[in-house]
């Protein structure tokens, strides 16, 4: 069930912001996906991706005064297409061999610069979430942002997996 909400100045600014974050990340991770030389690493893209697609559609919902229910769907454990997102995050963890090479396409960047770029964005953009998520007054607003969040370290926690499987980062 979707219920209304008057937003204020600065919650409308706040999410105009989280928008343009989103809109980066799915950019950026269908640009990533097309590069990267590891299947595995195109398949976490690819997924991560999709759920910034969701967001952003969360978000224009947000931005149209309509509160979207986080009862279901998203909070399903599910993507759209109603495929699970945890098997993605078991493969980010396994090991396999390592393409940190550059890319096919010509470009100069390499997986692990892709992994290192989207990690340091998924950090930023939660960082984001967890802001606005104490600028928002109606709570119902707060948990939609807070369950956005939780996926947005998902994310970032599949790419460190993947980066840690793959020799390319460490936690000293």
């Known amino acids: 069930m979707i219920s209304n909400v008057t937003l204020t100045t600065k919650e409308k600014f706040l999410l105009d912001d989280m928008k343009n974050n989103e809109e980066q990340c799915i950019l950026k991770y269908d640009n990533y ?29 947000l931005m149209n005064g309509k ?14 297409g109603g495929q699970q997102r945890q098997p993605m995050q078991q493969k980010a963890g396994q090991s396999g061999t390592s393409q940190a090479g550059t890319s096919s396409s010509g470009s100069n960047i390499s997986d692990k610069d892709m992994c290192m770029d989207m990690l340091s964005t998924e950090k930023y953009v939660s960082g984001t979430y ?39 980062y460490t936690l000293k």
Do not use: W
């Open 130 to 168: 967890n802001t606005a998520i104490f600028e928002f007054k109606d709570a119902q607003v707060r948990d939609v942002l807070n369950h956005i969040q939780k996926e947005e370290q998902k994310h970032g926690e599949a790419i460190s997996s993947y980066m840690i499987s793959k020799g390319m």
């Open 67 to 80: 509160v979207p229910s986080m009862s279901g769907g998203q909070t399903g454990g599910q993507q759209s």
């Open 33 to 61: 996906q097309n590069q990267a030389c590891d299947p595995q690493l195109k398949s976490i893209f690819r997924s991560n991706g999709q759920m910034e697609q969701e967001h952003l559609q969360t978000i224009n919902q």
